[in-house]
């Protein structure tokens, strides 16, 4: 009887590193993810085991940002008025800081961080306590010295239009700071005066509409280029399009290609940039698209069993995709086959999530 207990567990080991090792690893890289428990954990994609945990001091980390050289995360608070600066490879905290004060709460609604590290620019709004109501300030858009710890300038609204929201972005060398409106405007860092604009709707065939596009920021990309999906108008069948779009925005230059009618799916572009994933976000009707971005198609269209939100990131080696947010577990789908091959539980509630892959060289 022994003997059969003993061998019956040594056939279960076996049977768990046998599956172990057919479980494809993600790479050489790193996943970092937020949590409720006010903290972000670090898992080796070759194991997925937590090697490291990032104790906030801010509090809950509810968004992340990746600093331009990948060396440092620029960490939220719920409230959206601190921020804690954490140095990766250290998984130290280096800094800390606030627009509040006094009776004015300052809420941070958009933050570009400068290439050099040097500055930020912040789109703020102030509500300050007042004895018998709160007083609710403009949208403004500022720059933060992040060494002195102070505002240095108030950015006037382009065309004098203020937004509840703004996306900006830096060119690589942080000379030039991208604002985008109907066109993208073009300003120098240092005076933080217009110097150019793009028309980039003129980028496309003549006769096509309103040229919708994110500029996703990812990984995977070479500085100052973006790929994702974009959406535009055909005036012509009175229908919306849907393509994949890679812009070049140092020489103002769009290489783009449309895939049919418009859907509701995502766009994660893969390491290598050969294909790029989406998710498919229906109720009762969720797929896995697979983009073929060297031959411009839809390679395939899997269906799944999804969750309700849910977010989407390719392992640093393209082999496994990352279903995560919201929830407290991450399920991990191999890119050839689209099948389920393991979940992975954080024991919290998770807010954020990214991939660092590995430095050249092996450091990070």
Request: glycine fraction near 8%; charged fraction near 25%; avoid cysteine.
């Given at each position: ?17 046998t599956?172990a090792?057919?479980?494809?690893n993600g790479?050489?890289?790193k996943l ?5 428990a006010?903290t972000i954990?670090?898992y080796e ?5 937590v090697t490291?945990t ?18 440092r ?22 800094d800390?800081?606030?627009?509040s004060?006094?009776?004015?709460q300052v809420?941070?609604r ?7 590290e040097?500055f ?11 004895t ?5 300030g ?18 006037p609204?382009?065309k004098?239009e203020e937004?509840?929201g703004?996306q ?5 060398n ?6 985008f ?6 300003f120098e ?7 150019d604009?793009?028309?980039m ?8 509409g ?9 990984v995977y ?13 055909d ?10 779009a890679?812009v ?15 859907e509701?799916v995502g766009f994660?572009?893969?390491p ?12 009762g009707n969720y797929e896995?698209w ?18 309700p939100r849910?977010?989407l ?14 929830g ?12 389920l ?9 998770m ?14």
């Amino acid at each position: 009887m022994r003997n059969r207990v003993v061998w019956a567990l040594l056939l279960i080991a076996a049977a768990a590193s046998t599956a172990a090792a057919q479980t494809p690893n993600g790479g050489d890289g790193k996943l970092y993810v937020g949590t409720y428990a006010k903290t972000i954990l670090v898992y080796e994609e070759k194991t997925f085991t937590v090697t490291d945990t990032i104790h906030t001091s801010i509090g809950i980390p509810i968004a992340i940002f990746l600093s331009p050289n990948r060396k440092r995360f620029y960490v939220m608070d719920p409230q959206f008025e601190n921020v804690e600066v954490i140095d990766i490879a250290t998984k130290k905290s280096l800094d800390k800081f606030t627009l509040s004060h006094g009776k004015t709460q300052v809420r941070i609604r958009g933050l570009t961080v400068e290439p050099n590290e040097k500055f930020a620019v912040f789109l703020i709004k102030t509500a300050t306590k007042q004895t018998d109501r709160w007083e609710i300030g403009k949208p403004t858009l500022v720059r933060y010295d992040l060494e002195k710890h102070a505002v240095t300038d108030t950015i006037p609204w382009p065309k004098g239009e203020e937004r509840e929201g703004a996306q900006m972005l830096f060119s690589p060398n942080g000379d030039l700071l991208y604002f985008f409106a109907d066109e993208v405007l073009i300003f120098e860092t240092k005076t933080l005066k217009q110097v150019d604009r793009w028309e980039m709707g003129r980028a496309l065939e003549e006769g096509m509409g309103r040229f919708n596009f994110g500029f996703p920021e990812t990984v995977y990309e070479e500085p100052g280029f973006y790929t994702g999906m974009f959406r535009v108008s055909d005036p012509v069948q009175n229908r919306t399009l849907m393509g994949v779009a890679r812009v070049d925005l140092v020489k103002r230059s769009v290489d783009f290609y449309t895939l049919g009618p418009n859907e509701s799916v995502g766009f994660a572009l893969a390491p290598g940039r050969t294909r790029a994933y989406g998710l498919k976000q229906q109720v009762g009707n969720y797929e896995i698209w697979t983009y073929d971005l060297e031959n411009r198609r839809v390679l395939s269209k899997t269906p799944f069993k999804g969750r309700p939100r849910m977010g989407l990131d390719v392992s640093s080696n393209g082999s496994l995709l990352y279903i995560h947010t919201a929830g407290m577990t991450i399920d991990l789908f191999d890119t050839a086959t689209q099948k389920l091959v393991r979940t992975i539980d954080l024991g919290a509630d998770m807010t954020d999530f990214y991939v660092i892959p590995a430095a050249p060289g092996g450091g990070r």
